[in-house]
């Protein structure tokens, strides 16, 4: 029997019109709605792509939406002036500084920048330092990171006591969704480039995330029957049978692993739709927080 589909499109519309429910409910009892600020520095075209994405989601939800788009060449000093001010603006509820950043610019001084209220992304050193401890709450989360639990939970998977593999450890999402499972009380193995009899270890599984970057790497016998596979990949393969070239595929082997597994995500229209609606969430929940409305 083929696995059930996480329709992560689906449940983003959902959460999205949540959110408008909220930020709709705010403006009548207080006059005021979220904003959001993006600092986009550079010409890549995939960053801009994004941020037009994020911006084109706000105006969707009521969501006010502050653009600052600065030149390659710009220094650490006036990136670090334009977050300052985006800090003190009372109309800015979150700060999203786009990365990744041009190579002359510390990524990590910039974001540890941002004020602690404002940080959307989930990535100030402060936030991820409380998501590492026990019995510590961070203001917010990063958005892949929470949009995958969120779809383990809006599909009511279980996750306490049930063992959980994360494939990766990057700080975007390996090491942050790690850590929201043990919040949760999952058992919890981290596996990496150096993990040996990989098969064997994600074969342990009640609940997969896999975010390592690499094309349908994880195989159907690697699975446990029923496993719940969230897939955060997306990764392009040639496909001369496609206008472009090429489709999109994930970490996991998406047609082996549905004829195992209980639950698993599609790429695309998994993960992805997810990662935004997590970022209009958390814009949302910092401006309820200041106004007390949680």
């Keep these: 029997m083929s696995a059930q589909i996480i329709d992560g499109k689906a449940i983003a519309a959902t959460i999205r019109g949540e959110i ?74 979150g700060i999203l500084v786009q ?88 058992t919890l193995t981290i596996c990496h480039s150096r993990t040996k009899d990989l098969p064997a270890v994600v074969r342990e599984a009640d609940i997969l995330i896999a975010a390592v970057g690499r094309a349908q790497m994880v195989k159907g016998d690697w699975l446990k029957p029923g496993v719940a596979i969230i897939d955060v990949g997306i990764n392009a393969i040639d496909d001369p049978t496609r206008k472009r070239g090429y489709r999109l595929v994930g970490d996991v082997d998406f047609e082996e692993a549905k004829e195992v597994a209980g639950y698993i995500t599609p790429v695309p229209g998994g993960v992805g739709p997810m990662t935004i609606a997590m970022l209009l969430r958390n814009t ?11």
């Design 20 to 93: 408008s429910e909220d930020v709709a409910k705010m403006k009548e009892q207080y006059g005021q709605v979220p904003g959001l600020a993006t600092v986009l520095v550079g010409s890549r075209a995939d960053s801009a792509t994004y941020v037009r994405m994020k911006k084109r989601a706000c105006a969707e939800v009521g969501i006010k939406s502050f653009s600052n788009e600065l030149p390659e060449d710009v220094s650490q000093e006036e990136l670090i002036a334009v977050v300052q001010r985006l800090n003190a603006d009372p109309e800015v509820d």
């Design 99 to 186: 990365l990744p950043l041009p190579d002359h610019l510390d990524e990590e001084a910039v974001l540890a920048e941002i004020d602690l209220a404002k940080d959307v992304d989930g990535f100030h050193p402060l936030n991820i330092g409380r998501l590492s401890m026990k019995f510590r709450d961070p203001l917010f989360t990063p958005c892949t990171p929470r949009g995958c639990i969120e779809l383990l939970d809006r599909m009511e998977i279980p996750i306490e006591g049930k063992r959980a593999v994360v494939l990766g450890r990057s700080n975007i999402v390996g090491l942050p969704v790690a850590m929201m499972l043990l919040h949760r009380n999952a």
């Design 284 to 294: 949302t929940d910092g401006k309820m927080r200041s106004l007390g409305m949680e």
